[in-house]
Nanobody
């Protein structure tokens, strides 16, 4: 199974920017990010499908966050701009080695590799 390891979390002021990084140990077809706000279920943030470069975003981050990466390096990034207190959460990198289309890419059930999470705290 492919392992994914994320980094880059930390403390950021409201309105500021932060970039998360994630490296996979092997080939993936899709990589992305979920987050979990304390006391709530994990929610989809963004994903990128390497073939074609299609990107997907949650409505709450669209226009503020940008996902990008390098398929050859099995690396994905999440550029977070204009962060607010609502973005405080643990962020999890995810990877998918084979997509059969059973679950939407916005569903946690679609992914077979999960990182340990990196904490992002937005201060006001």
């Amino acid at each position: 199974q492919v392992q994914v390891v994320e980094s880059g979390g930390g403390l950021v002021q409201a309105g500021g920017s932060l970039r998360l990084s994630c490296v996979a140990s092997g080939r993936t077809v899709v990589m992305g990010w979920f987050r979990q706000i304390s006391g709530k279920e994990r929610e989809f943030v963004a994903a990128i499908k390497w073939s074609g470069g299609n990107t997907y975003y949650a409505g709450s981050v669209k226009g503020r966050f940008a996902i990008s990466g390098d398929n050859a390096k099995n690396t994905v990034y999440l550029q977070m701009n204009g962060v607010g207190s609502e973005d405080t959460a643990d962020y999890y990198c995810v990877g998918l080695t084979f997509y059969n289309g059973v679950y939407a890419l916005t569903s946690a059930l679609a992914y077979d590799s999960w990182g340990q999470g990196t904490q992002v705290t937005v201060s006001s």
